[in-house]
């Protein structure tokens, strides 16, 4: 092992050990590790130079501007509200058809703004239709978080893994060519948690005594775009604003989606023509930025970017190639699935995205195989953090408003893991050949 390969693992199980400790900021953490990183010369200052300058950052920056204009306008609130007074005039079905419209606006807005606005009125409703509330907050955040996998900039590890694979030599993503994926997996998991879920919740949650979770802490250092305490529910509807927020929302969604320039940079173009129209003014834009996500994702494409020149990557393929050449190519990705699919509950999404993707373009290569499969696999099974209530940002909001055990979410999510492993699967290969 050579002097920078063993700086680098030692500077990769750190910030592991770090993460799952928990007792200090994940941006903190990331950048603690670049910091060492660039310090001992494993990587060069023009590298953490690109890392921060990387497109996915300049994108979710923009984006961070685009829907704060959105939040502040009250149009956000207002489609919830909406969405939510259709499902109280249609009882248990309007309430499924709430969450359905949920994770359909995730694919292109922040999941947990979403289900921070809508996971009381959901409550509520259940409430006064007397239904257990149980039975709907857990499957919205669940259909929240399938929604945003199925478009590149539905969550921010999409758009990191997509920035690491560019720098890696691979071809751009599309902004919906990810989306048949997506949206079958999506389909797969609202049939099992319209159909089966409730049974479940039911049968592990009876006996749960009642917990105070007054002291409890969210942490949404890993939102994908804005957090709970920057969205604030309830703003006066301002139709100029909101229309224009809209519209602008929607040009940049087009742009990007015909080609006619990046998601960087029609994001960028995007949130500047918000500004100069005063939708939101300059200071706004900057209140509604989230440093912290931005630095977290910088950091950890520096750590990326050492795993890969260090050789660690290669050496990690390598040892995959080993153990998987006599299984073949697609045993090989169904195996890579559901190893990044399991680590994802205990490490952050940012966390698995940097360790996996630089082995799935070295494991494809060396298999002989197309790398796109493995990079859709990182894509989807990075954010399907589904068998525990803290392996994603929404879930935490709903098992602290639901009081759910920690159990309901292991004995609905697990099952949720391994239908939506197999539905990804089968999409893969459908859509993104060997």
């Not at 319209?194 to 917990?211: F, N």
């Not at 100029?240 to 960028?268: D, H, N």
């Not at 309901?408 to 999510?413: E, H, I, L």
Request: hydrophobic letters at 55%; one cysteine or more; proline letters at 5%.
């Amino acid at each position: 092992m050579t002097p920078d390969q063993l700086v680098t693992l030692l500077v990769l199980a750190a910030v592991v050990a770090a993460l799952i400790w928990d007792k200090v900021r994940s941006d903190v953490v990331a950048l603690a590790g670049a910091a060492v990183l660039l310090f001992s010369g494993v990587v060069r200052p023009s590298e953490v130079q690109g890392a921060f300058a990387s497109p996915a950052l300049i994108a979710l920056a923009s984006l961070f501007v685009i829907v704060y204009a959105m939040e502040l306008s009250g149009l956000l609130d207002r489609m919830i509200v909406a969405a939510v007074d259709l499902g109280r005039k249609l009882g248990a079905l309007g309430l499924w058809l709430t969450i359905s419209l949920c994770g359909t606006a995730s694919a292109f807005l922040n999941n947990t703004p979403i289900v921070v606005l809508a996971a009381p009125v959901i409550k509520e409703s259940a409430e006064k239709l007397n239904l257990d509330p149980k039975r709907f907050l857990m499957p919205l955040s669940y259909m929240c978080i399938l929604g945003g996998c199925c478009t590149l900039i539905g969550t921010s590890t999409n758009l990191l893994v997509a920035d690491m694979a560019r720098v890696s030599g691979q071809a751009t993503f599309g902004l919906f060519e990810i989306t048949p994926v997506g949206l079958c997996i999506a389909a797969a998991g609202g049939l099992y948690l319209l159909l089966l879920s409730g049974r479940l919740i039911r049968a592990t949650s009876t006996s749960e005594p009642p917990r105070d979770d007054a002291d409890q802490l969210i942490d949404m250092s890993g939102a994908q775009v804005g957090a709970p305490e920057v969205f604030r529910p309830h703003v006066d509807l301002d139709r100029r604003r909101a229309a224009l927020s809209m519209l602008v929302f929607l040009g940049v969604i087009a742009a990007a989606g015909v080609g006619i320039a990046p998601i960087a940079a029609a994001a960028f173009a995007g949130a500047v023509l918000l500004i100069l129209l005063r939708v939101i003014s300059a200071d706004e834009a900057y209140q509604g930025l989230r440093p912290e996500i931005l630095l977290l994702i910088a950091g950890m494409v520096v750590l990326g970017i050492a795993l890969e020149e260090s050789g660690l990557a290669s050496a990690a393929s390598d040892a995959l190639v080993w153990a998987s050449k006599p299984l073949g190519p697609v045993l090989a990705l169904a195996l890579f699935y559901g190893a990044t699919l399991f680590l994802t509950e205990v490490l952050s999404n940012a966390t698995v995205a940097v360790l996996f993707t630089p082995v799935a373009v070295a494991l494809a290569e060396s298999l002989g195989v197309s790398p796109r499969p493995f990079l859709v696999a990182v894509m989807m099974a990075a954010s399907a953090a589904f068998a525990t209530p803290f392996g994603y940002q929404t879930n935490v909001i709903v098992y602290q408003l639901g009081k759910y055990s920690y159990m309901d979410f292991v004995r609905v999510g697990l099952p949720l893991n391994l239908i939506t492993w197999a539905a990804g699967m089968a999409a893969i290969l459908t859509f993104f050949p060997l």
